[in-house]
């Protein structure tokens, strides 16, 4: 071969080198960046708060493309800071209950950190991998990091990808099998499908595999959920529930009162009459009107009442009066203020759901076994109670509880009919927060009756379907919601086997990761899509 001379350039570097700097190939460079502003842009859509359920499908389409065209090194970090910039977003007006502050950014970051690392996963294992197994990376990847945070979470699943698909009542039946597990995976599985197409065309080798698998489990879905809903809904025979929020004033009166850690028992007495007692009377007159309307379960919401631990057995008994003189279920939802109070960030009060049957008797007193940060209670044993009734078997929980499926599992378990769910909300969460609870109807087949101060009262069957609805606390004087309750739940498959597909997508991950990195005696492949990868996936073949 003839050497070149000192200096000079071989023909075909220079042909790259003029490739590399035409203004077609500069506008190219652009695309990928082009295609994060476009994801980052859906992102506030996909979750929280203003959801858009498309855009939980079609965020991660563009990120991905922009992820898997990138370094690793150059992409994850960019698509952190633009995940935490849509978090700023999502979890604008004190939407968490995290304290402004460093600690609040750190919180995001974390958030973002977690929300970009199937990106991250994808990036690593995709490109060594060919066909249907290449697109199963992202979801088993998504599915897996969103179960295993929800282990010593606060916030349990809040913010699970499955939670943007409230709006899709045939969709939403697969949770019935899966829990939201199956549904995350769904919607996360359409991102590389798409990418697939995107990158090879719908000619390409391989790509129809994929295309027509999701296909068909998208279509069994949707035919599953179909057919659940039109030959196993719940019997026509009904009950008539009450479901009582606090007059919105005189609950604002109740949670102004002073701090009782170092108060006297005078001074506690005083601010009881003062504060405490004209809520509990006009919840109680509320009640009654209700009884005698014909309501034959009457909830109320989550801390509709404060009272003091001394008089605790007091409002016990008088709603035992009621629950007797008008022979009604009746279960009274109040705030303990402890008497001896907290210095050392012990609890302060107690959450407590008490059920009285028509004889007066107090068939269960639920302490909510999830409390949220920052409410100075702590937490119950976490037994969710049930009771046989003429209208099915009743359960309760109280609000927060229901971020955890694990949890409110037990209620699927012991076939519950009819579960009671008062909470307590702020603004910036109600709508979302509301969203949520015809999952843990559907998963477990049991009815759903959410009572809610400061936010959306609701009733749902067992399959999710809205039986009454009443989202105006902030702006209403009335806070009755009254629906009539199917009497007999569904049956379901996931109160059987439980977790499992976020077990099985954990496994795939980790069999995914052995078939990527197994020693091949021949790294590339005709089509240049396994082995080393393909250049729009590993550009410069760097990982």
């Known amino acids: 071969m003839k050497r070149l001379a000192t200096g000079a350039v071989p023909p075909d570097v220079g042909a790259n080198r003029r490739k590399q700097s035409s203004p077609g190939s500069v506008r190219r460079e652009w695309w990928p960046w082009i295609w994060l502003v476009v994801g980052t842009a859906l992102l506030p859509f996909a979750n929280l708060q203003t959801l858009i359920p498309m855009a939980a499908w079609l965020a991660p389409v563009f990120l991905l493309r922009f992820t898997r065209s990138q370094r690793l090194l150059v992409g994850y970090p960019v698509l ?57 990376v992202f979801p088993a990847a998504v599915t897996t990091i969103e179960f295993l945070g929800t282990i010593g979470n606060a916030f349990g699943t809040a913010g699970s990808t499955a939670y943007s698909q409230y709006a899709g009542l045939p969709l939403l ?24 197409v995107w990158e090879r065309g719908w000619s390409g ?21 179909g057919g659940r809903l039109a030959f196993t809904a ?37 601010v009881r009459d003062e504060h405490f007692t004209p809520v509990l009377d006009e919840l109680f007159d509320r009640s009654e009107l209700e009884a005698t309307a014909g309501a034959r379960i009457v909830a109320w919401s989550e801390a509709a009442a404060r009272t003091l631990e001394e008089d605790q057995a007091n409002v016990v008994a008088r709603a035992a009066d009621l629950a007797r003189e008008h022979g009604v279920y009746l279960q009274v939802s109040m705030i303990v203020q402890l008497a001896g109070g907290s210095n050392d960030g012990g609890p302060v009060n107690e959450n407590h759901a008490v059920m009285l049957d028509p004889t007066g008797a107090v068939v269960w007193d639920y302490q909510k076994a999830k409390p949220t940060p920052g409410d100075g209670q702590g937490p119950g044993p976490g037994i969710i109670p049930s009771v046989d009734t003429p209208y099915g078997r009743l359960a309760t929980i109280i609000c927060q509880d229901d971020f955890f499926p694990d949890l409110v599992r037990q209620a699927g378990a012991a076939r519950v009919d009819i579960l009671l769910l008062p909470s307590s909300d702020w603004d910036s969460i109600a709508a979302w927060h509301a969203q949520q609870a015809p999952f843990r109807a559907i998963e477990n087949g049991t009815a759903v009756v959410r009572p809610t101060r400061q936010g959306i009262s609701l009733a749902t069957d067992s399959q999710g379907r809205l039986l009454g609805h009443k989202s105006d606390y902030f702006v209403a004087e009335e806070q009755t919601l009254v629906a009539s309750v199917p009497t007999e739940g569904t ?13 099985a997508s954990a496994a795939g991950i980790l069999v995914l990761t052995a078939a990527a990195f197994r020693p091949r005696r021949h790294r590339g ?18 990982p």
Do not use: C, K
């Open 525 to 542: 492949t005709s089509d240049g899509h396994a082995g080393s990868g393909n250049s729009a996936a590993r550009p410069d073949g760097d």
């Open 491 to 503: 049956s379901t498959w996931y109160p059987v086997v439980g977790d499992t597909f976020a077990w």
């Open 205 to 225: 080798s391989g790509v129809m595999s994929p295309v027509g698998l999701f296909t068909a489990a998208t279509v069994a879905a949707l035919l599953f959920g």
């Open 173 to 196: 039946q697969l949770v019935s099998a899966t829990g939201i597990w199956g549904l995350t995976f769904l919607v996360s599985w359409f991102p590389p499908v798409v990418n697939e």
């Open 80 to 136: 952190v800071l633009a995940m935490s910039g849509a978090l700023s977003i999502g979890l604008r007006g004190g939407f968490f209950p995290v304290d402004d502050g460093p600690g609040y950014y750190l919180f995001i970051a974390a958030l973002g950190l977690g929300g970009a690392l199937p990106f991250a996963v994808d990036r690593v294992l995709a490109p060594r991998l060919a066909g249907i197994p290449r697109t199963l």
């Open 234 to 270: 719940p019997g026509a025979e009904t009950v008539r529930v009450a479901a009582l929020a606090p007059d919105r004033e005189l609950s604002e009166l109740a949670y102004s009162a002073p701090n009782l850690r170092a108060a006297s028992p005078a001074e506690r007495a005083s």
